[in-house]
């Protein structure tokens, strides 16, 4: 049962442009959402987040959208660049659960020069 | 300096043996964690850990012994290795638990794990 589905396995973009990666969720007790970036190798690292009473989230050329009734995320990267080819997750984490995250499958992100 | 370290990073071993799996982490969390990634890609909580004691534990067959000896260590001990096995194990840890205060998870490179 994916309570969290990234249902692009694989994105390629052009450098300078945009990148969107999506995201959506069956849960409605999540309540807090987040974005890591895995490098081959490597583990996972944290991007950026987002809590269920915010619908937008901005980070330099990160911007995460939640759009609650829709139960649906999505990452944006402007402009993007080579360096952010990798693999993205989407995460959630439940009301009243400090301990646990549900990752999605991941989308290979390949930003072309 | 590596924040959250896990050994070996690559393992190789046969049907039934018993191996382990180590983490550190050097950041002062009081969390700590087991992810499994399988073949289909899914990140999976497998346990957690709050000042040495278990939070989660995910539906994981008993085979899979979790020890925290401190808050810095926790390792993973897998008994009657099985062919299912086989994934990338990652250790992760963070400060009094999740994200809403702005902590995050921290997470260690992976160990591969292949049962032949």
């Known amino acids: 049962d994916q309570q969290v589905k990234q249902n692009s396995p694989s994105l390629s973009v052009q450098e300078g442009r945009i990148s969107i990666l999506n995201c959506d969720y069956t849960n409605s007790m999540f309540d807090y959402f987040l974005w890591y970036k895995k490098y081959p190798a490597e583990g996972p690292t944290f991007l950026i987040s987002?809590?269920?009473?915010?619908d937008k989230n901005e980070d330099g050329r990160f911007t995460v959208f939640l759009n609650k009734s829709a139960k649906h995320l999505s990452l944006h990267i402007v402009p993007s660049q080579p360096g952010d080819s990798a693999v993205y997750f989407c995460a959630a984490t439940p009301r009243g659960s400090n301990y646990k995250l549900t990752f999605g499958k991941g989308t290979l992100l390949t930003v072309n020069p | 300096d590596t924040a959250v370290s896990q050994t070996p990073k690559y393992l190789v071993t046969q049907m039934g043996n018993d191996k382990s799996i180590k983490c550190e982490q050097n950041?002062?969390?009081?969390?700590m964690y087991w992810y499994k990634q399988d073949s289909k890609k899914f990140l999976k909580i497998m346990f957690s850990?709050?000042?040495?004691?278990?939070?989660i534990n995910e539906t994981v067959p008993n085979r899979f012994s979790p020890k925290s000896p401190d808050k810095a260590h926790l390792n993973l001990h897998i008994n009657s290795l099985e062919l299912g096995d086989s994934a990338v194990y990652f250790c992760?840890?963070?400060?009094?638990?999740?994200?809403?205060?702005?902590?995050?998870?921290?997470f260690g490179e992976g160990s591969w794990l292949t049962v032949v």
């Open positions: 950041l002062g969390h009081d969390t």
């Open positions: 850990y709050n000042n040495k004691e278990l939070i």
């Open positions: 992760a840890s963070s400060q009094e638990g999740l994200v809403r205060s702005g902590n995050t998870i921290y």
């Open positions: 987002i809590s269920s009473i915010k």
